[in-house]
Structures are given as C-alpha cells and as structure tokens.
C-alpha cells in the first residue's frame, strides 16, 4: 500500500512541478529573454495553466481518496493537450503542414493597422530560437507529452497495487 501512494505522490507532484517548469521557461524567455510568444505559443500556455490549478487542488485530498486521482488525471490530461498543440505548432514551424491562424499568412496592411503597430509581429510559422534544430514548440511537446505518459503510468500503476 505504501509503494502505491509513493508513485501516487510522484505522479502528484509531476503534475504539478512539469507545468510549473515549462510555464517559468516559457515567461522567462518573453520577459528576461525578450522572446515575444505568437498565437500558437499562447495556445499551448492554457493547459499548462490549468494542470497547475488542477494539481495544486489535488494536495488537498488524502492520496488515497478518489477526488485527489481525479484531479491528478485532468492535469495529466491538460499537459498532454499542451504536448499536443505543440505537436502542431511545431508541425507548422518546421513546413509540414499549414497553420491555422492569422500569425501564419503574410501581413495584410488592409486590415486594423493601428492595433498592429503597437505590438510586436510575431509569426507562428518562424521559430524564434532553436536548440539542436528543434523549436521552443517541440520542447514543449517532448516535455509535455512525456511527463504526461509519465503520470499517467503512475497513476495507472497506483490502480493496479
């Protein structure tokens, strides 16, 4: 029993930590490393932002109790979208396939130019920075998707002891 609320605790505090982690990387890099995020970048925030909210409830319920699991799955389950938007926005960076938002055409000055000019143009088809060849995007979606499979084999673990 001891051994299932230890991989319970894991799981708990992945979900919580992961999230964390890649949104302090993520602030950091825009307002210390002056990395201005597009669209797609904001897209893959939420989730993260709500596993946070969603793990840091789970630390109000005994390991052992259903609601405590519950919320732990829903934050594995928001990291893993975020894993997934990353999936495509990465796909978008590299040229596989097309984006979906306005930050992947061309500029169109026939459209609110005054509500343009005050922020900066960032496009979600050009990676701002690179490690290796792979994007901010793909990190998070390494990351992402990985601990989720992590918490979630935690957790599925945890059901089966």
């Not at 040229?95 to 000055?109: E, K, L, P, V």
């Amino acid at each position: 029993m001891r051994a299932s609320v230890n991989r319970f605790r894991a799981a708990q505090i992945l979900a919580l930590l992961l999230p964390l982690a890649l949104m302090a990387g993520a602030l950091g890099s825009q307002y210390i490393g002056g990395l201005y995020p597009c669209e797609m970048c904001h897209w893959q925030r939420w989730p993260h932002y709500a596993a946070i909210i969603f793990a840091a409830l789970s630390f109000l319920f005994a390991p052992r109790r259903p609601t405590a699991g519950v919320l732990v799955l829903i934050a594995a389950l928001c990291i893993a979208a975020s894993g997934a938007i990353g999936v495509f926005h990465a796909g978008v960076e590299y040229g596989w396939w097309d984006g979906i938002t306005a930050c992947t055409a061309t500029f169109d000055a026939s459209g609110d130019f005054l509500r343009v000019i005050h922020a900066p143009v960032v496009r979600c088809d050009t990676p701002q920075w690179t490690l290796f060849g792979i994007s901010l995007a793909g990190f998070n979606a390494i990351f992402s998707l990985g601990g989720a499979a992590v918490i979630l084999i935690l957790l599925g673990r945890r059901r089966r002891a």
